[in-house]
Nanobody, 122 residues
Framework: QVQLVESGGGLVQAGGSLRLSCAASGRTFSTPAMAWFRQAPGKEREFVAAISWSGGITKYTDSVKGRFTISRDNAKNTVYLQMNSLKPEDTAVYYC???????????????WGQGTQVTVSS
């Protein structure tokens, strides 16, 4: 089992920045790939970013490229999502996920956090 706990969400004005953190515990070696997804009210959960164990592979959805950066500190079992130039359309609950393969589909991830709310005001 792997436990994931997100933190760092909040309310920010458009153009501002936030850094989300996801602390993993348990059998983390079984889920080397980590990702962030988000779900806005009335919408389906969507992929945001993913990173491999080494950090050598990263993937982003087009709408966040150049604004968001995913990174990880394996010594701390923590994954980060640095979000800059935030827009109102980034408002959503952000979820951390862990799985075996660095991919963009949610069904490929085995463990999920409880989510953290990000609200961007215009």
């Amino acid at each position: 089992q792997v436990q994931l706990v997100e933190s760092g969400g909040g309310l920010v004005q458009a153009g501002g920045s936030l850094r989300l953190s996801c602390a993993a515990s348990g059998r983390t070696f079984s889920t080397p790939a980590m990702a962030w997804f988000r779900q806005a009210p009335g919408k389906e959960r969507e992929f945001v970013a993913a990173i491999s164990w080494s950090g050598g592979i990263t993937k982003y959805t087009d709408s966040v490229k150049g604004r968001f950066t995913i990174s990880r500190d394996n010594a701390k079992n923590t994954v980060y999502l640095q979000m800059n130039s935030l827009k109102p359309e980034d408002t959503a609950v952000y979820y951390c996920a862990a799985g075996k393969i660095t991919q963009v589909v949610s069904r490929g991830y085995d463990y999920w956090g409880q989510g953290t709310q990000v609200t961007v005001s215009s």
